[in-house]
DNA sequence: GATGAATGAGATTTCATTCAT
DNA sequence: GATGAATGAAATCTCATTCAT
């Protein structure tokens, strides 16, 4: 059943490219090189499409999986470095889907519990090395954001951040 | 000609709501509670409404205007402070056209604009107050994509940042 | 608004033609010399032109009325005979929704409940005369159904039958 | 070749289900639990299916079947009394057909023929019991048609007549 | 200016039928 | 014989746009 995911790369394509209003099923079916009915032989609907999109092709579960690494022993910066990094490339490896996201009125949802699960995996950690004295104490949640915020905006403008410098920006004692 | 202003207004409201490809024509027209052919009266096309939308109600040139704020002689934390809160409330102003900007395919380079010239503003103060020794020197450039980021994303979320406490983070010597 | 009516109209001359089913919105448009989109400005969908039909243009309610017209203080054979011929013009008259209800599945329901309707009106009038010694006594249920179904079929099978000799065939000592 | 049987079995079913119209080849596949490609196999189109139902599994056969029987030299009233019974019989163990006939456009024809036979079924045996003295003369083509009527359409409807009260009411003298 | 009926083009969806396996 | 993926044609429906009034 590999065409379904060959439909499947064609809309995540389509859709990024044009949103998914914009784009029409016809499209998502030349860029499949099959013709549009069979579309409706894998989903019911165009809708049907965006909706396994969102639901396969999401990567809230691999954010989630970023906690363990959270766990690291080495230092808080190398640590933190690491891990948005690691978002970073999440984001880049996505960029389809998150144009997705952008374009479908109905996927807001996704990217605010997107947002919300980054803030909380960067926050904690920064709560814990606090707590541990290896950062300064300061505001962690406003640093947890501004630092997701970082990231995300400038990946999503297709001019990514030095992850490194940011780093080095809010926490320049510890580098 | 305020019947324009009404249009654009409506329009402004729909196309945030549903989207521009998902907003039809009546749907535009119903909210502004005429039929959908006076539209045309005023307008060439439902794709030259959005055009008008992105060229007359814009706030690039309130956005370029902060620059001569910028140039306030009161402590650099404080100015920064009072540009970053101007910008939050630029973008909680136009929020439905930042909504447009989002969903309209053709609307991406305004953003792109809006992007640079944010970061260009806030970059160009850093380096003036570093030079003035007023600042730590750092790398500006990636600060001023930080606090640019920190505020859209949050503000575009509907969970807008705390700009203080976001200049604290960055500069707490100088607080 | 007599636009609407042509396309009822319209709508109910193709669909007794070609069945429900059968019928394309196109065949509707085109036998009412308008273009298919325009039914979507009076009907939200071809189903909705259905029950519009049966809505509208049932005739239920002039079968009730003929309930009235059975009080009447004729000889029974007499009242009876103008009470089918009158419900046989019914049928004639409704000859294409008669049509329509025995093409849409959906309409199972209204060919029932005016069966059932005609059944009663007969056989509510067999009763009382009976009770008033006019008629002799008989099953007065099977009577109805039968004086019901001998007129219904046979106008809808295109040979209508000569309602006093069905008359005179149950009561021929009353003639 | 059974496997032809079963599909016709699950067509009639589906057919009488949703209408021919209405019925897709999936529906019938599903029915029969095959694939739709094997229909084609066995029938040239859908149309087709329809056509050999009704060839093949029509009984006008078994109604002219009936003419013999008709021959009986039992009392009339008796005779007609079975007559009718086996004609409801008849409809009854058709009645899937029976709804195909009335569901596809193409069938309204051997829906008249099977009601001219029956009329003329039931009317050459009033007649001939007419002329042999055994029943009232009357208009035996008028009683054909109601007899004939009074069974089918009650049939038809789900609520099937009194047989016996139903010759009782045309023929009390006799009974 | 303003209406809203009407159109034409195209979008989504359905489905009978074919065909390689 | 049997499958079921794939197609092509058509059906339902939508909507930006026009135009007579």
Known sequence: MWR???LLDAALRVFA???VDGATVKDVAQAAEVTPGLLYRYFDSKE???ETLLAERGF???LREL???ARDSRPAVVVLTELLAEFDRLLA???ELMAVFFSAAQARAPL???AAEGRRLIGDFLIERVAAGELRPHDTATAARTLFAAVAVNRRLGTP???AALVGLLFPEEG
Request: charged share 35%; glycine share 4%.
């Open 93 to 95: 490896d996505n960029a």
């Open 4 to 6: 379904r995911e060959q």
């Open 60 to 62: 809230l579960p691999r």
């Open 17 to 19: 490219d044009k949103g």
């Open 161 to 163: 951040i030095d992850v």
């Open 112 to 114: 605010a519990t997107l």
């Open 48 to 50: 049907a499409m965006v």
């Open 67 to 69: 906690r363990s690494q």
